[in-house]
């Protein structure tokens, strides 16, 4: 394999499951904050969001709201045992890669 291709791949490998694995860290980091941690558990969250979402190229305004969020996810309770993050990645990466697929058509074929 030639070294562009191989960039290639792990383009898409990040592309596709970059998301997925930020998720399943804040999954994890809600389940590891279970119980009595409290605002531990938004702190922690907060810091494990921010740090995610800095692989990323988002505006550091945005950045911080959704950090916070994923602090107030760790928070809330009656989450740890659902995998809500990754749940809602998946769902929206799957939706925008169906989006993405019905673009790619040309005009005189869309509905």
Do not use: H
Not at 51 to 64: A, C, E, G, H, K
Not at 82 to 97: D, E, G, H, N, W
């Amino acid at each position: 394999m030639d070294e562009k291709s191989e960039s290639s791949i792990l383009d898409r490998l990040n592309r596709a499951f970059g998301p997925l694995i930020g998720a399943m860290i804040l999954d994890l980091v809600d389940l590891a904050t279970f119980g009595p941690l409290g605002i531990g558990g938004f702190i922690i969250g907060t810091a494990v969001g921010w740090w995610i979402l800095s692989v990323y190229d988002i505006p550091q305004r945005t950045r911080m709201i959704l950090a916070v969020l994923a602090g107030i996810y760790c928070l809330a309770p009656f989450t740890e045992f659902i995998p809500v993050a990754t749940l809602v990645t998946a769902i929206a990466r799957f939706k925008q890669s169906s989006k993405r697929k019905n673009d790619s058509r040309r005009p005189s074929e869309k509905s």
